[in-house]
C-alpha cells in the first residue's frame, strides 16, 4: 500500500516557466489537497478536491491550477512559476467528509521546487 | 496575529525527558486538535487527535486541550532520540489551520 505518492521530488525551474506536481493515491479517499509548507509558517492550503470533478480554492491559489479527474490523481499545475512560488509542496488525502471533519489528513513525501 | 502560535524551537532535551509541547489559538471555534509529527524532509503524519476539551493519551504521549484557556499541550514521556522530528499543532472548526512547528531534537 503506497499512501499518496508526490512526484518529482525535486525540481528547479526558471521565472516563467511552468510544470506539474503530480499526486496519486491508492487508498480511494474521497478528499484531496495540496499545501505549501514555508519556513516559519503554517501548512497552507492551496486548492483542495471533495471528490472527481470536483475542485475549490484554499488558502493561496493563485498561480495555481488543478484539476480532479479521477478519484486517484490530483495534480497541481503551476502555470507562470514566480520566485515566491518557493517552497515544498506536500499533497494530502482524507477517506471522506466525516475524517476530513476531524482533520484527519494523509500526506505525501513532499516536492521541493525551487524557482530562480 | 496568526490564529495558531506555536514556538519554533529547537527544544533540545536529553533521552528519556519529559517533553511538554504547546500552542495556543484565537479562534473559539475550532473543535477538532491535532499533532502531527514531520520527521526531516518527510510529510507530516497524524500523532493524535482530540475532541473538545480533555486529555487523550496513547503510550507515551499525552494530548491536552484547555479550551477556556485557547491551549494545547503535546506531552511526551520517555522520550527516545526517535522522537526527533517537528511537531506541527493543528485545529479544526469550519477550517484546518496548522501551526508552524516546533522542532524537537532528543540528545542521546
Known amino acids: 500500500n503506497a499512501g499518496v505518492t508526490q512526484t518529482p521530488k525535486f525540481q528547479v525551474l526558471k521565472t516563467g516557466q511552468s510544470m506539474t506536481l503530480q499526486c496519486a493515491q491508492d487508498?480511494?479517499?474521497?478528499?484531496m489537497s495540496w499545501y505549501r509548507q514555508d519556513p516559519g509558517m503554517g501548512l497552507r492550503l492551496i486548492h483542495y478536491?471533495?471528490?472527481?470533478?470536483?475542485?475549490d480554492q484554499g488558502e493561496v491559489p493563485n498561480g495555481y491550477n488543478v484539476s480532479r479527474s479521477t478519484t486517484e490523481d490530483f495534480p497541481l499545475r503551476l502555470l507562470s512559476a514566480a520566485p515566491s512560488q518557493t517552497s515544498v509542496y506536500f499533497c494530502?488525502?482524507?477517506?471522506?467528509?466525516?475524517?476530513?471533519?476531524?482533520?484527519?489528513?494523509?500526506f505525501g513525501e513532499g516536492s521541493r521546487l525551487t524557482v530562480l | 496575529q496568526k490564529e495558531v502560535e506555536q514556538d519554533p524551537g529547537p527544544l533540545s532535551v536529553p533521552e528519556g525527558a519529559i517533553v511538554s509541547l504547546n500552542c495556543t489559538y484565537s479562534?473559539?471555534?475550532?473543535?477538532?486538535f491535532m499533532w502531527y509529527r514531520q520527521y526531516s524532509r518527510k510529510g507530516p503524519e497524524l500523532l493524535m487527535y482530540?475532541?473538545?476539551?480533555g486529555n487523550k493519551e496513547d503510550g507515551r504521549f499525552t494530548a491536552q486541550v484547555d479550551k477556556s484557556s485557547k491551549y494545547i499541550s503535546l506531552f511526551i514521556r520517555d522520550s527516545q532520540p526517535s522522537d526527533s522530528a517537528t511537531y506541527l499543532c493543528?485545529?479544526?472548526?469550519?477550517?484546518?489551520?496548522f501551526g508552524a512547528g516546533t522542532i524537537l531534537r532528543v540528545k542521546s
Open positions: 494530502a488525502s482524507s477517506y471522506d467528509a466525516g475524517t476530513i471533519s476531524t482533520g484527519e489528513l494523509f
Open positions: 487508498m480511494n479517499h474521497e478528499y
Open positions: 478536491s471533495v471528490g472527481a470533478g470536483i475542485t
Open positions: 479562534n473559539s471555534a475550532f473543535q477538532y
Open positions: 482530540t475532541y473538545s476539551s
Open positions: 493543528a485545529m479544526k472548526g469550519n477550517k484546518l489551520v
